[in-house]
């Protein structure tokens, strides 16, 4: 007579918990992959000591990211702010995008290093290496007028 096998339930729930973790790393692996989800630069089209830039960052949460905003005049650029935003506690399993806002001002020192004229404001999104690898930077580049003092 013929029996049939269909496994204990060890068997099963080991199997289980196996296929478990194979779709969670599927699904942490795009997110290592692409780690800045999008980025947005939004700066009026003049500025001057005391203006404000808003940059929305969207992140996996896998790794960390780090944003820098910079202000470029001919051969001048000058770092105008720097943020981190920091990754989930346990990025492989917490599948949450991130998503910052922050409004940096622009003071009269920084300012100062300019003269009147056309300018480029630039927002730089890097995370951080997984797999060997290190994603290229998410760039947001918005063209302005510094206005004379």
Do not use: N
């Not at 980025?39 to 005391?50: H, T, V, W």
């Not at 944003?67 to 770092?79: E, F, K, N, P, S």
């Not at 003071?107 to 927002?123: I, V």
């Amino acid at each position: 007579m013929y029996q049939s096998h269909r496994g204990s339930p060890i068997k099963w729930f080991i199997g289980f918990v196996i296929s478990v973790h194979i779709m969670a790393g599927l699904w942490a692996a795009d997110r290592a992959w692409k780690q800045v989800r999008s980025m947005s630069l939004i700066a009026g089209p003049d500025l001057a000591a005391g203006s404000r830039t808003r940059i929305e960052v969207v992140t996996s949460g896998r790794a960390a990211v780090t944003v820098v905003l910079t202000l470029a005049q001919g051969a001048r650029t000058d770092t105008i702010a720097v943020q981190r935003i920091t990754a989930h506690r346990d990025g492989f399993w917490d599948p949450r995008f991130i998503t910052r806002v922050f409004s940096p001002r622009l003071t009269p020192t920084q300012m100062a290093h300019f003269k009147a004229g056309a300018a480029s404001l630039r927002a730089e999104a890097r995370g951080g290496p997984q797999w060997l690898r290190e994603p290229p930077p998410v760039i947001c580049e918005v063209a302005v007028t510094i206005l004379p003092e």
